[in-house]
C-alpha cells in the first residue's frame, strides 16, 4: 500500500470499455494508494452504474449529469431522473458543460441544459465538474450570471486561458489536472497550472481516457478492441509528473490536493 493518498477528481469507471473490469481496477487503485475517486455520469443510460459502483465501493463517490455529448438522448423527465439519483446517494452533479469543439455536435440546447443542471447543483449546494472546450468565454459569462454551488465547481482537464484562471477563481473554481497534459505537446496547458491558486488545485485520470504518455504509465490496459485505455490506477504517475513539473516533492502536493479535494467534495 502506498503511504501517500491520491484522489482523483474525475473519471468514468462505469465505461462500458472496461468491460465489467471494475472490481479488479478499484483493487488496484485501493493498492496504490487512491482513497478517493468521484465516478462521473454522462447521461441517463449510464446513471444506474454510477450508482451501483457507489453502493458497492465506498472509494467510489458518484456524479450524475448530462454530457453535452449526449443531450440527444435525454428523455422528457431527464431533470426529474437526475433528481432522483442524487437523492438516492451522497453524490455530485456531473460531468456538464459546453462544446464546441467536437465535429458534428450540435451547439443549440447544451447552454440550456447546462444551466438547468447547474441550477440543481446550486439549489442542493453539491460540487459540479464542468467540461469546456472551446468555450471558455461563453462559460465564464454564464458562471457570472447564474446561481453557482457555494461548495465551489471543478473545470475538469483546464485547458481554459491562463488570464482567465483568476476570474473562474473568484467564482469558486478548481481546476483539475489530467496526466494527457503531461503529454509532450501539451507544454502550454501545463504552464497555465502553474497560475493555479494553491488551494484550488486537483487531480484526475479521466480514465479510460486521457492517457499519460507512454513511459509514464504504469498500468497498461486493454480495451477488448485491443485499443490503450487509461487505468484510474496510474492517478500515482498523474501526480508524480506534475510535481515534478512544478518543481515540488510527491508529499507535498498530495497533502495540498488531498486538502483541496475534501474542501470541495466534503463527507460525501
Known amino acids: 500500500m502506498s ?3 491520491f484522489y482523483d477528481a474525475h473519471n468514468h469507471l462505469q465505461d462500458e470499455r472496461f468491460a465489467g473490469r471494475q472490481g479488479e ?5 485501493a493498492t496504490a494508494g487512491v482513497r478517493r475517486m468521484v465516478v462521473n455520469g454522462a447521461c441517463e443510460a449510464d446513471w444506474p452504474q454510477v450508482r451501483a ?5 465506498k472509494i467510489v463517490l458518484p456524479s450524475f449529469g448530462y454530457h453535452p455529448w449526449y443531450l440527444a438522448e435525454r428523455t422528457p423527465e431527464w431533470e426529474n431522473h437526475l433528481e432522483k439519483f442524487l437523492d438516492e446517494v451522497p453524490s455530485a452533479v456531473g460531468e456538464i458543460g459546453l462544446d464546441r469543439w467536437k465535429p458534428g455536435l450540435a451547439y443549440d440546447g447544451q447552454e440550456e441544459v447546462f ?3 447547474l441550477r440543481i447543483a446550486a439549489r442542493r449546494n453539491v460540487p459540479v ?12 459569462e454564464l458562471l457570472q450570471a447564474n446561481p453557482r454551488p457555494q461548495c465551489g465547481f471543478v473545470l475538469h482537464s483546464f485547458g481554459g486561458p491562463m488570464e482567465m484562471i483568476l476570474a473562474f477563481a473568484k467564482l469558486g473554481a478548481y481546476f483539475s489536472f ?3 497534459f503531461l503529454q509532450e505537446r501539451k507544454l502550454r496547458q501545463r504552464e ?6 494553491l488551494d484550488r488545485l486537483l487531480v484526475e485520470t479521466d480514465a479510460p481516457d486521457q492517457h499519460l504518455p507512454d513511459d509514464k504509465i504504469l498500468h497498461p490496459l486493454t480495451g477488448v478492441d485491443g485499443k490503450m485505455l487509461n487505468h484510474p490506477a496510474n492517478l500515482p504517475a498523474v501526480y508524480a509528473g506534475l510535481a515534478e513539473f512544478l518543481g515540488e516533492t510527491l508529499e507535498s502536493l498530495a497533502a495540498r490536493v488531498e486538502e483541496n479535494f475534501h474542501r470541495i467534495f466534503g463527507g460525501r
Open 115 to 117: 444551466l438547468a443542471q
Open 3 to 5: 503511504s501517500v493518498n
Open 129 to 140: 465538474s464542468v467540461h469546456c472546450l472551446q468555450a471558455w468565454g461563453r462559460m465564464l
Open 178 to 180: 489530467p496526466g494527457f
Open 25 to 29: 481496477l478499484l483493487a488496484a487503485c
Open 192 to 197: 497555465t497550472f502553474k497560475h493555479v491558486p
Open 53 to 57: 459502483l457507489a453502493r458497492e465501493n
